[in-house]
């Protein structure tokens, strides 16, 4: 196998470079610049990285101060642990100290010469094994094998969870049974990939030419037709990742998967030819297709293909231990690579991590904040961005940088993309963007983001590989900054673009600015408009515009008379208006046209919670969860619904449920931790409410009532402490914080402060724990002798009395009972 070395190096160590590439001839590839950040366009070092196969560095004290050299290291090092595709050789040319992490790939000290080196690098073995490899999956790439030749198999769906290997499995396959440069292309599908999205990203994987700027959606889709079917025809195989964005909500082909197979299938005359589509959801496909369009789900890993996995990405144990790891976690290859550097664990502790694995993929405590911000960050870009200017936008040094990509790689969060940057994993990328969206700083990120790939894009040209996801991503980003007019001046008609912008405007509640993107994206063709125009509804909802809402509503019910989304939107109009009555009969007139039910019953139970009927909550939350809709949503309704009932310990069975599915959640946390007060389990709440506060300071409710319990279990000091955190936060409700000060004042014995934090309390919110409290001060006070027995008397029958009109008498039972001669 012939070699190609990239060599990387300083700028005073240049000559010696030069030198050396001459005596390899023209097996390396050595920059012409001064290394510098900034002076070497990024892609074409990280081109040089993709096609060698020996990454050369010459390492001196000159080398260890270079930005650029540690840029071109973390490149090579992300890309050997990628797939062992390139060796790692480390050349000392003096004494300075080698990084740890490059230490097992010295192959040199003290070559001073180019002819010594060069005979180093002709004569040594590559680097050591790699950590990451694909690992057997030999049946399912026989399978696609199958496909590939089957005269009848046009299309083929590769499906399972998140992190289960389908993009590998379908790219490893792919390396197996093809030759030749330029047999497969891929191209990532998104949220925002309409027909003119296709159109460039298709082109640009082919090398075509795009259809012009100012085609219509018929030329778009004949244009894309064309050059898929010219492809395939050759021999080529196109694999479209992501593709579930392509699924209906009930799982059929959308429209743009029935473009793609119709431009590929012809009856009877389908060998050699094949689309493959790697998706989270499997497709239900229609009689018509069902030979032609075929799909296969991938199971976890069996023990003996998992315990090399778990080795490989670092674990330590015994076989039996990391056998009992891979089935615990069902052989999921996501989930393995991320637990493996915890590895080993006892069985509790695994059984702990389980479900925090499969939501949460990491815990925030073990990483940096840099690595964490530079997480967030790629997930809102989601496009190709130079390590110099991801560095730059952090605020990080070359050092910094590296030390963050290097911690990054070794949990699998971060892989470098075809366009030799880093991405993130489609999961990996929707966690960090919700994490992203919360930081205080977030708009003012996102313009400087915005900037920074405005600036790059305007150096890349229309003819280069990265230039349309660098494109759509700087388009997207603009938007995303409220910056719509410059983001059209760029390219024309993205719609599929400007919708994915509208839809994620609206869930940051930036209602004017998604109206604004979903208007811009409509077409005048109600087919492809369908999806703008069902959030546009529900925009225009929000806003206050119920008319308009409505009336739009009516007239995609009407085009659309089975389309169950569209009526369940129609519900979220009378939803979004208190209509509540109107919003289930919206839900119930969906049911029949749903094939997943579930969904619709834990809408319905929503809204019966909104209306308190916790009875109907109860049915319909068990109905969602009887029909596999189990999701920690509708446990945590069911589980509301039972706890309004008084079915405490029933209520807190569910609400743990839906706890260890979404551990991570402090709502949910927050209300096991509220039903265990009510049970007296002080601990637990306790518990419960400290993991709260530990995984959103910013959600107030966890320490009031951490402080309230804390009171009761008679630690005032640490109660003191837990209210000075919300004291004064403008977040925190004044009817909980004046209740629990309050209380607090109470234990105390300082019963004029007790008073006082009472009554503005009871000015907030009359609800039965302010007026049960209040009942308990008036007490304390006569008792004290600081007002007559006979006055606090007529004062807690007054309260009790209101306690009776709201159906809370019960909750002074004990009370009453303690102090009879107040209640007689």
């Given at each position: 196998m012939s070699k190609r070395f990239f060599i990387s190096h300083a700028g005073p160590d240049k000559p010696l470079a030069i030198d050396l590439k001459a005596l390899l001839e023209d097996d390396a590839w050595v920059d012409l610049h001064e290394i510098d950040l900034g002076d070497v366009l990024w892609h074409e070092i990280s081109d040089g990285i993709e096609a060698a196969t020996d990454f050369v560095l010459l390492w001196s004290a000159a080398s260890a101060r270079s930005k650029w050299v540690q840029y071109e290291t973390t490149l090579a090092f992300t890309r050997w642990l990628e797939d062992s595709a390139i060796a790692l050789r480390i050349i000392c040319l003096d004494e300075t100290p080698v990084p740890f992490r490059l230490r097992p790939f010295l192959q040199a000290r003290g070559a001073d010469t180019a002819e010594l080196i060069a005979g180093v690098l002709r004569k040594n073995e590559p680097a050591p094994a790699p950590r990451r490899r694909f690992f057997n999956r030999n049946d399912e790439i026989g399978i696609i094998e199958e496909h590939l030749y089957a005269s009848t198999t046009a299309a083929l769906w590769i499906c399972g969870v998140p992190g289960s290997g389908k993009r590998s499995l379908a790219r490893e396959a792919l390396q197996r049974i093809t030759t030749g440069q330029g047999t497969v292309a891929r191209v990532r599908v998104s949220s925002g990939t309409a027909e003119p999205e296709l159109d460039l990203l298709l082109a640009s994987s082919l090398q075509k030419s795009p259809a012009a700027e100012s085609s219509t959606l018929t030329e778009l889709v004949e244009h894309t037709r064309m050059m898929i079917h010219e492809y395939i025809v050759a021999g080529g195989v196109l694999v479209f990742e992501d593709a579930e964005h392509w699924l209906t909500e009930d799982g059929a082909l959308g429209r743009l998967a029935e473009h793609v197979v119709a431009a590929v299938h012809e009856a009877d005359q389908n060998t050699d030819r094949l689309v493959i589509f790697t998706s989270r959801r499997r497709p239900r496909i229609s009689a018509s297709l069902e030979t032609a369009v075929r799909s296969i789900y991938l199971q976890g890993l069996h023990p003996k293909h998992a315990i090399p996995l778990l080795r490989a990405q670092g674990a330590s144990g015994e076989d039996d231990d990391l056998k009992s790891v891979a089935l615990e976690l069902d052989g999921h290859p996501l989930a393995l690579e991320v637990v493996a550097p915890q590895l080993p664990l006892n069985g509790a502790s695994l059984n702990d991590k389980r479900h925090e694995i499969a939501t949460d993929l990491i815990d925030p405590a073990r990483i940096q904040s840099v690595t964490w911000r530079m997480l967030e960050v790629l997930s809102l870009v989601d496009g190709p961005l130079s390590g110099e200017d991801l560095a730059n936008n952090l605020e990080l040094s070359a050092e910094e940088f590296s030390l963050a990509v290097d911690e990054a790689t070794s949990y699998s969060l971060v892989r470098l993309a075809d366009s030799g940057t880093l991405t993130l994993h489609p999961l990996l990328r929707d966690y960090y963007l919700r994490s992203f969206r919360k930081q205080p700083d977030y708009?003012?990120?996102?313009?400087?983001?915005?900037?920074?790939?405005?600036?790059?894009?305007?150096?890349?040209?229309?003819?280069?590989?990265?230039?349309?996801?660098?494109?759509?991503?700087?388009?997207?980003?603009?938007?995303?900054?409220?910056?719509?007019?410059?983001?059209?001046?760029?390219?024309?008609?993205?719609?599929?673009?400007?919708?994915?912008?509208?839809?994620?405007?609206?869930?940051?509640?930036?209602?004017?600015?998604?109206?604004?993107?979903?208007?811009?994206?409509?077409?005048?063709?109600?087919?492809?408009?369908?999806?703008?125009?069902?959030?546009?509804?529900?925009?225009?909802?929000?806003?206050?515009?119920?008319?308009?809402?409505?009336?739009?509503?009516?007239?995609?019910?009407?085009?659309?008379?089975?389309?169950?989304?569209?009526?369940?939107?129609?519900?979220?109009?009378?939803?979004?208006?208190?209509?509540?009555?109107?919003?289930?009969?919206?839900?119930?007139?969906?049911?029949?046209?749903?094939?997943?039910?579930?969904?619709?019953?834990?809408?319905?139970?929503?809204?019966?919670?909104?209306?308190?009927?916790?009875?109907?909550?109860?049915?319909?939350?068990?109905?969602?969860?009887?029909?596999?809709?189990?999701?920690?949503?509708?446990?945590?309704?069911?589980?509301?619904?039972?706890?309004?009932?008084?079915?405490?310990?029933?209520?807190?069975?569910?609400?743990?449920?839906?706890?260890?599915?979404?551990?991570?959640?402090?709502?949910?946390?927050?209300?096991?931790?509220?039903?265990?007060?009510?049970?007296?389990?002080?601990?637990?709440?306790?518990?419960?409410?400290?993991?709260?506060?530990?995984?959103?300071?910013?959600?107030?409710?966890?320490?009031?009532?951490?402080?309230?319990?804390?009171?009761?279990?008679?630690?005032?000091?640490?109660?003191?402490?837990?209210?000075?955190?919300?004291?004064?936060?403008?977040?925190?409700?004044?009817?909980?914080?004046?209740?629990?000060?309050?209380?607090?004042?109470?234990?105390?014995?300082?019963?004029?402060?007790?008073?006082?934090a009472s009554d503005a309390a009871l000015q907030d919110r009359r609800d039965s724990h302010n007026l049960t409290l209040?009942?308990?001060?008036?007490?304390?006070?006569?008792?004290?002798?600081?007002?007559?027995?006979?006055?606090?008397?007529?004062?807690?029958?007054?309260?009790?009395?209101?306690?009776?009109?709201?159906?809370?008498?019960?909750?002074?039972?004990?009370?009453?009972?303690r102090f009879s001669k107040y209640f007689d």
């Open positions: 708009a003012p990120q996102t313009a400087a983001l915005a900037d920074i790939l405005l600036a790059r894009l305007s150096g890349i040209e229309p003819t280069d590989e990265n230039y349309t996801a660098s494109l759509l991503s700087t388009v997207k980003v603009l938007g995303l900054s409220g910056r719509l007019n410059e983001a059209r001046d760029l390219r024309q008609g993205l719609i599929g673009t400007l919708y994915e912008t509208g839809v994620e405007l609206f869930h940051e509640r930036r209602y004017e600015a998604a109206l604004e993107h979903l208007e811009e994206a409509l077409t005048g063709d109600d087919v492809v408009d369908l999806p703008a125009n069902r959030v546009r509804m529900k925009t225009l909802a929000q806003l206050g515009r119920l008319p308009e809402a409505r009336a739009l509503g009516d007239v995609l019910v009407r085009d659309n008379p089975q389309n169950a989304g569209v009526m369940r939107d129609r519900g979220r109009v009378e939803q979004a208006d208190r209509k509540w009555s109107e919003a289930i009969a919206w839900y119930e007139r969906a049911i029949p046209f749903r094939n997943n039910k579930a969904q619709l019953y834990a809408d319905i139970a929503q809204v019966r919670v909104r209306m308190q009927d916790w009875p109907g909550a109860a049915a319909a939350a068990k109905t969602a969860i009887d029909m596999g809709g189990d999701t920690p949503y509708a446990l945590s309704t069911y589980s509301q619904a039972l706890e309004a009932q008084g079915m405490l310990v029933d209520a807190s069975k569910v609400m743990a449920q839906a706890v260890v599915r979404e551990p991570k959640n402090p709502r949910y946390r927050y209300r096991l931790g509220r039903i265990a007060m009510q049970l007296d389990d002080r601990a637990s709440a306790i518990r419960e409410f400290t993991r709260c506060v530990e995984l959103d300071p910013q959600f107030v409710e966890a320490p009031l009532s951490l402080a309230s319990v804390q009171i009761d279990e008679g630690l005032i000091s640490k109660a003191k402490e837990t209210l000075a955190r919300v004291d004064g936060s403008p977040g925190a409700p004044s009817a909980v914080l004046n209740n629990v000060k309050a209380k607090l004042a109470l234990a105390e014995g300082d019963l004029a402060t007790a008073q006082a209040a009942i308990r001060v008036s007490i304390a006070r006569a008792e004290a002798n600081e007002i007559p027995l006979g006055q606090a008397a007529a004062q807690v029958k007054l309260i009790a009395k209101e306690l009776d009109r709201q159906g809370n008498l019960g909750a002074v039972l004990e009370i009453s009972q």
